[in-house]
């Protein structure tokens, strides 16, 4: 199983700051990886995809890069509406055993 | 507008057996693959199950193999999870999620609860 590791378990930051959060994966997966965003009682939404391709709808200041086995996630000025969880997945095997990162907690400092 | 709607949540016994839905609506339901993911209370994401469109070709977590069976139902637009000898683990809220590999639209989810 590809473990994937986020860093740091929770952020602290103030609205207008850039957040940058990690996922490490335990082995290479190319650039198959997609982020996630989930609110306090909502489902998660899909961010970016092909580690750095927002999703539709998503707004310019999220920003994904990385490839292989690091990857980054950029919010470059947190709004009020981005304190939530970030998610990272792999999505690299066939048959599938996707796996995801246990989560990042922007929180509001 | 394109939503999924899951059902079908609930208190049972260790041992027993839950099956949950998930309403399809607002896009061609026969063309996307399908997943479940689910979330234990405070915990991240775990993907637990894949169908295919074409063939309902079915994938599972090792974690469900053998205990649950994901099924659609094309005609009424709906995904199902047949869970069978459920555990206190696996409590949670389940999701069910469209597309292969990313999942680009998710349900609300519904809440399973296992315990005595």
């Known amino acids: 199983e590809i473990v994937m590791t986020q860093s740091p378990a929770t952020l602290s930051l103030s609205p207008g700051d850039r957040a940058t959060l990690s996922c490490r994966a335990s082995?290479?997966?190319?650039?198959?990886l997609a982020w996630y965003q989930q609110r306090p009682g909502q489902a998660p939404r899909l961010l970016i995809y092909?580690?750095?391709t927002r999703a539709t709808g998503v707004p310019g200041r999220f920003g994904g890069s990385g490839s292989g086995t690091e990857f980054t996630l950029t919010i470059s000025s947190l709004q009020s509406e981005d304190f939530a969880v970030y998610y990272c997945?792999?999505?690299?095997?066939?048959?599938?055993?996707?796996?995801f990162g246990q989560g990042t907690n922007v929180e509001i400092k | 507008e394109v939503q999924l709607v899951e059902s079908g949540g609930g208190l049972v016994q260790p041992g027993g057996s839950l099956r949950l839905s998930c309403a399809a609506s607002?896009?061609?339901?026969?063309?996307?693959?399908m997943n479940w993911v689910r979330q234990a209370p405070g915990k991240g994401l775990e993907w637990v199950s894949y169908?295919?469109?074409?063939?309902?070709?079915?994938h599972y977590a090792d974690s469900v193999k053998g205990r649950f069976t994901i099924t659609r139902d094309n005609a009424k637009n709906s995904l199902y999870l047949q869970m069978n000898s459920l555990r206190a683990e696996d409590t949670a809220v389940y999701y069910c999620?469209?597309?292969?590999?990313?999942?680009?639209?998710w349900g609300r989810g519904t809440l399973v609860t296992v315990s005595s």
């Open positions: 999620a469209r597309d292969r590999r990313v999942f680009n639209l």
């Open positions: 997945q792999q999505y690299t095997n066939w048959p599938p055993r996707w796996t």
């Open positions: 607002g896009f061609i339901f026969s063309s996307y693959e």
């Open positions: 082995q290479s997966i190319g650039s198959d």
């Open positions: 169908v295919s469109n074409i063939d309902s070709t079915a």
């Open positions: 092909g580690a750095s």
